[in-house]
């Protein structure tokens, strides 16, 4: 019988995946039990660790990640064993973990936290690159360095920030939305940070401040070259830094964004002589397209008819989470967006298996104001408030919701530009029933309130606007704002003076 003559490894708590949630987890079990051993199960030799924490305001928050060798989390959490290896089975019915390795673990208490893998338009091309994490992001670059022309796939943050960062390289950015950058920003904000996308010159980049990737350090010969499938940890928001991201033209900037279009077929070269179409330039301002004499190893055919040539393509479209290993023999309820659904305590509809971070969908009832996004923020509160639950099942207590899930709170930095988006800030689920407020100052900042019977429910700021405390506390107040009218937003009155 399989495992005879081998004693499992036990344990009361065990944890699943190495990303910002599952060491969140790790460490906060391992601090509310210090006598007992947290299993911390990852597959990469690195893990991601919050540091730097800075909590903003009642719900906004800021953190860099960093990329360390587990070792340095064991020296700070004697009591966290960590596991390097990938999860082949879960058997929860027998509370047990089969690792890749060959070897068997006994939990009491399981999170799951194996994250996300990027959706590709297309596996197993070679000229589609994925990009989520940072093996993908050098792969990219060491492509970008001899490229003339490639055609970006998404509307995300990091497509957003990808075709900011490329110099010298001709873009076609496909969007299937109107406007850039849509799971942030709506057609307002896209507008007003077009000019820097056409910029020519840069100004200097403010001094950043948060994750610096060190990859170089982490054992590099054990590193087998990122094919798709592999998982690797996401990207932050200044995944780019330090990566340089030219190609060859000398040129700096030159993006042509082709809106609500998908890739409806990749050619390659060969494929595409033999169809005999036509493929089109580079469009130079409004003139006609005319068709392209250059021969490209790879094609992008887009949904609106039109063929570009290019030396490869990005697809950053977004994520799947990585339920895979743990659906087969248990009883898990899946969310519509394929991740294993948790009620209020993060529990799945599987005894003792709680999951967190980008693997899982909300499945209370939510807040008003807060919804899920497969952010690094939200990762680190499921995987902290994750460990509370289990602590408090553990020993028989009754916890409240985190407060953090009352109001959505991101705070970014696109362009250069501070982002805070707040509570429905793209008028998320409220249909025709809200009104939108604007202030918008080119160059320098963006307003966006939402309005939903008179009281605030969502805001985008852009730029240093010093509105998000004042926001957060209308929006989590419910106060009547009707009487303000147009003044809510006018320069010249101090709202913050109001509502202290």
């Known amino acids: 019988m399989a495992g005879a003559g081998r004693t499992a490894a036990r344990s009361r708590f065990a944890v699943v995946g190495g990303g910002i949630a599952g060491v969140t987890c790790a460490e906060k079990l391992a601090t509310e039990f210090p006598s007992e051993d947290i299993f911390l199960m990852t597959a990469s030799p690195v893990i991601k660790a919050v540091t730097n924490f800075k909590q903003v305001s009642k719900t906004l928050e800021e953190f860099d990640v960093e990329e360390q060798p587990s070792s340095i989390l064991e020296k700070r959490y004697p009591n966290i064993k960590v596991i390097q290896s990938g999860v082949k089975q879960l058997k929860s019915d027998e509370h047990k973990i089969f690792t890749e390795d060959g070897k068997e673990y006994v939990y009491e208490k399981l999170c799951l936290c194996a994250g996300a893998k990027p959706k590709l338009i297309f596996e197993g091309n070679p000229y589609v690159l994925g990009i989520r994490d940072t ?29 900011y960062e490329i110099q010298g390289c001709e873009v076609i950015w496909a969007i299937k939305d109107k406007a850039i950058g849509n799971p942030f920003f709506d057609a307002g904000a896209a507008e007003f940070l077009i000019p820097k996308l056409t910029a020519e010159n840069r100004e200097t980049p403010i001094e950043c401040k ?95 008819g039109k063929i570009y040539g290019c030396d490869f393509i990005v697809s950053a479209t977004g994520v799947v989470p990585n339920v895979k290993p ?36 909300a499945a209370w009832e939510l807040s008003p104001v807060w919804h899920q996004m497969r952010l690094w923020t939200q990762a680190r509160q499921m995987g902290w408030h994750a460990a509370k639950c289990m602590a408090a099942d553990t020993l028989g207590e009754s916890i409240d919701m985190d407060f953090s899930f009352e109001l959505f709170a991101h705070v970014t930095k696109f362009f250069n530009y501070k982002v805070v988006v707040l509570g429905k800030y793209n008028a998320q689920g ?19 309130v939402v309005l939903q019977n008179g009281r605030m429910v969502g805001a985008v700021l852009i730029g240093e606007t010093d509105l998000e405390e004042t926001f957060e506390n209308l929006i989590l107040n419910q106060m009547d704002l009707s009487a303000y009218g147009e003044d809510l937003l006018n320069p010249d009155i101090d709202i913050e003076d109001y509502f202290d």
């Open 210 to 304: 948060r994750t610096k990737y060190t990859v170089e350090g982490s054992q590099e010969k054990e590193r087998p070259t990122a094919a798709s499938d592999k998982l690797g940890s996401a990207l932050g928001p200044d995944w780019h830094e330090g990566l340089h991201l030219k190609g060859t033209k000398e040129f700096s900037h030159k993006v042509h964004i082709e809106i609500l279009c998908e890739v409806k077929n990749i050619h390659l070269q060969q494929e595409f002589i033999q169809l005999q179409r036509t493929s089109l330039t580079f469009p130079k301002e409004e003139k006609n397209v005319e068709p392209d004499q250059v021969l490209w190893p790879v094609y992008v055919e887009l949904t609106n």
């Open 135 to 163: 093996d993908s992001a050098q792969a990219f670059q060491k492509n970008l360095a001899q490229a003339e022309r490639i055609v970006v796939v998404g509307n995300g943050g990091i497509a957003l920030e990808l075709v």
């Open 326 to 361: 743990f659906l087969d023999g248990n009883n898990f309820a899946v969310g519509e967006d394929g991740g294993l659904k948790v009620d209020e305590h993060m529990h799945t509809s599987v005894p003792d298996v709680y999951a967190a971070g980008d693997i899982c969908t």
């Open 430 to 448: 409220l249909g025709s029933d809200h009104e939108l407020m604007l202030r918008c100052t080119k160059g320098q900042e963006y307003v966006k």
